[in-house]
């Protein structure tokens, strides 16, 4: 059996082509709730959430997941996938794992420089996801020092 992993881009928000921000509405929240637990139902094993374009806070962020926890979805099934173009974002990404988002995408380094078709920011690095989670009292599956050699050389 192949295992899928559903991704849904622009969860938190995105800029539309004058460059405005949309922001999610109770409506939009429903829907996208609704549309994560038929995956699940139906045999994903998770779903992945991203803030594709990297418009979000950590306020809104924690609004976002907390919404979506409240119509029914399950954190333990989520993913959190996040774009920014600074390591101080990753008050987010405390944000959501606060909220119980223990999986977490990441990227190594800086690589993938963003989404051209959205004009995103780049993946958040997995090295800073790691530092910042584990300083926050989280416990990960990555040993941080190992990380480090790789791209100290």
């Not at 460059?19 to 994903?44: C, F, M």
């Not at 920014?84 to 944000?95: F, H, M, N, Q, V």
Request: hydrophobic share 35%; glycine share 10%; with cysteine.
């Amino acid at each position: 059996n192949t295992d899928f992993l559903i991704y849904l881009s622009a969860v938190f928000g995105f800029k539309n082509d004058s460059g405005n921000v949309r922001r999610p509405s109770d409506i939009d929240l429903s829907a996208t709730a609704k549309r994560i637990n038929h995956y699940l139902k139906n045999g994903a094993k998770r779903v992945s959430i991203a803030d594709s374009q990297g418009v979000a806070d950590a306020d809104l962020t924690g609004r976002i997941i907390q919404g979506l926890i409240s119509r029914g979805v399950d954190p333990l099934k989520l993913e959190y996938h996040l774009h920014t173009d600074r390591i101080a974002s990753g008050d987010k990404l405390e944000a959501a794992y606060d909220l119980g988002i223990s999986h977490i995408d990441t990227t190594l380094g800086w690589s993938g420089g963003g989404c051209t078709m959205v004009k995103a920011h780049g993946n958040f690095p997995t090295v800073e996801a790691v530092r910042r989670l584990q300083n926050h009292g989280a416990a990960t599956n990555l040993d941080l020092t190992k990380l480090d050699v790789l791209f100290c050389c």
